[in-house]
Nanobody
Framework: QVQLVESGGGLVQAGDALRLSCAAY????????MGWFRQAPGKEREFVAT????????YYADSMSGRFTISRDNAKNTVYLQMNSLKPEDTAVYYC????????????????????????WGQGTQVTVSS
């Protein structure tokens, strides 16, 4: 059974940093494209960042580029999201997700940023940024 377990969320002030982690179980981690998405209250889920299977390529949403960094450790079956210079508008539930080779055979836009390509999702971790 596949499980993605996020951790690291919390309440911080504007300008602070947080590092989210997502541990994966029950899948061959290195064969999955991993992504982070978020959903704020009253808004649709949106793409945050994604990383290729071997970690050599990443895509970011424009509003997060330069502030957020996605990385992965295939030996630990874990993907990370380092978030710096946090803003109140970053407040949301953050989800990690996994997409198989069949769903994303080549790491490229727009497939890699498309939430519908990701079959497995974590339960989410709340990030709240106060002003």
């Amino acid at each position: 059974q596949v499980q993605l377990v996020e951790s690291g969320g919390g309440l911080v002030q504007a300008g602070d940093a947080l590092r989210l982690s997502c541990a994966a179980y029950g899948l061959t981690f290195s064969t999955y494209t991993m992504g982070w998405f978020r959903q704020a209250p009253g808004k649709e889920r949106e793409f945050v960042a994604t990383i290729s299977r071997n970690g050599d390529r990443q895509y970011y949403a424009d509003s997060m580029s330069g502030r957020f960094t996605i990385s992965r450790d295939n030996a630990k079956n874990t993907v990370y999201l380092q978030m710096n210079s946090l803003k109140p508008e970053d407040t949301a539930v953050y989800y990690c997700a996994a997409a198989s080779i069949a769903a994303i055979p080549f790491f490229q836009r727009p497939k890699s940023t498309d939430a519908t390509k990701y079959a497995y999702w974590g339960q989410g971790t709340q990030v709240t940024v106060s002003s």
